[in-house]
């Protein structure tokens, strides 16, 4: 028996951050799926109730899904998945119609047609797909999901809007079959100081709906497409990086371990919520910094960057940057401030990964959080892996936040309480 009236599954999976949020929604996650073993034994630690398929989603049909889970056509509520992104992204070294990587959605698609028929689908991706090969990207998912009887509709959602302390921006996909649906994306509950430069940063965003205020921001504007009406409401303050992660034990280089204990009480709601029901503290380790890094560590302080570096200190590279050029590069991070976008390494090269008052860079852990996976969720495998499984997930708490809408929306069921 399930669970739950509602059923996801999860294709992609990495290490389950839209899994962990649509089961905090009240979703039974039936089955998920990823090629990468560190990741599957992530996924299958924090998840041991959902069947997992560790294959290329290449390899998967319909008819092994129905026989491994004893699910039928069109049981599944919401198909979720988030293919790579890195042949989209604007930081790959080269972007191409070529890279294999970004062909992959077609395998979702092949899957809803072999015989899933979930009645929602949701993809996530990075904006960087919006300027790929002039959107083809884009005009190809719509052929692919209207050809199979779905209405699409896309935004790009930052996770900042809802409460998490990461400007970070993501491509949502929301399709359905069900009729006389009119398909929306959640309002933002969080005022951020947060810009959207790439495509569609204007037209598919909430930005120029939101309008600041000093004490009390608000959202308002008349919202053209899918939207019909003007929204005023208040909105919370943005949750700022020490609110996150001010709690967590202070590390000097090669201090901490992938399991240790708290040695203070938490103090804001997110640490709270973040806290919940752990008893230990997992991935809290500080990695070891190069003797260069640690001496311009020296010389950068909080929200600062490698403009603060004396010249002679900078790497090759840096020294024929422009001031304007790699604004969060060897940067600490501002802890009355959003975290930049957590990626796949906290690599001081590719954005501000200092911590602000400890000499080293992010841990794991301070990255999961970040991200808005709770202490309980633990990242197995390699160090680097770890990092890896962190910066490819989608924010637990934003994950949550498209379940609690789709359900609301288009499957139109009560939802219940979450544990998050």
């Given at each position: 028996m399930r669970k739950s009236d509602l059923v996801a599954a999860d294709l992609f999976s990495g290490a389950g951050g839209l899994s962990f949020g649509f089961q905090q929604a009240g979703f039974d996650v039936a089955f998920a799926n990823d090629i990468n073993p560190e990741y599957a034994y992530t996924y299958h630690e924090n998840h041991p109730n959902t069947k997992f398929f560790r294959e290329s989603v290449e390899d998967l049909s319909a008819a092994d899904v129905f026989r491994?889970?004893?699910?039928?056509?069109?049981?599944?509520?919401?198909?979720?998945?988030?293919p790579p992104c890195q042949g989209f992204s604007i930081n790959a070294p080269k972007r191409s119609q070529e890279d294999a990587r970004n062909h992959l959605f077609q395998h979702y698609g092949r899957l809803v047609l072999e015989g899933l028929r979930p009645k929602v689908v949701l993809m996530e991706n990075v904006p960087g797909m919006l300027s790929l090969e002039d959107g083809e990207f884009i005009r190809a998912i719509y052929e692919l999901f209207q050809g199979a009887g779905y209405k699409m509709r896309h935004m790009v959602l930052c996770a900042a809007h809802y409460g998490i302390p990461q400007e970070r921006w993501r491509l949502i996909f929301i399709g359905t079959l069900l009729k006389d649906i009119e398909i929306t994306f959640p309002k933002p509950t969080h005022h951020a100081p947060v810009r959207a430069n790439f495509?569609?940063?204007?037209?598919?965003?909430w930005l120029r709906f939101i309008k600041n205020g000093d004490d009390r921001p608000r959202l308002e504007g008349q919202l053209s497409f899918p939207y019909h009406k003007t929204l005023r409401y208040p909105l919370h303050p943005f949750v700022p990086v020490k609110d996150a992660i001010g709690d967590l034990p202070r590390l000097a280089i090669r201090e901490g371990g992938e399991e240790?204990?708290?040695?203070?009480?938490?103090e804001t709601p997110y640490q709270k919520t973040m806290r919940r029901n752990s008893a230990k503290l997992f991935n809290h380790f500080a990695g070891i910094l190069s003797r260069q890094n640690l001496d311009r560590?020296?010389?950068?302080?909080?929200?600062?960057?490698w403009r603060d570096i004396p010249f002679d200190l900078l790497p090759k590279g840096m020294k024929r940057a422009r001031r304007s050029d790699h604004t969060r590069r060897y940067g600490r991070i501002d802890p009355e401030g959003l975290s930049g976008t957590i990626l796949t390494k906290c690599d001081p090269h590719w954005g501000s990964f200092f911590h602000w008052s400890q000499?080293?860079?992010?841990?794991?852990?301070?990255?999961?959080?970040?991200?808005?996976f709770p202490d309980t969720y633990r990242f197995y495998g390699s160090r680097v892996s770890q990092y890896e499984q962190v910066g490819n997930a989608v924010p637990p708490l934003l994950a949550k936040v498209l379940a609690d809408h789709i359900r609301g929306t288009i499957l139109a069921r009560p939802a219940k309480a979450a544990s998050f």
């Open positions: 491994a889970t004893g699910l039928r056509k069109g049981e599944i509520d919401v198909l979720i998945g988030g495509t569609g940063g204007r037209d598919l965003t240790t204990d708290y040695t203070s009480r938490p560590l020296r010389h950068i302080p909080p929200g600062g960057s000499n080293r860079a992010l841990t794991v852990r301070e990255a999961a959080r970040i991200q808005s």
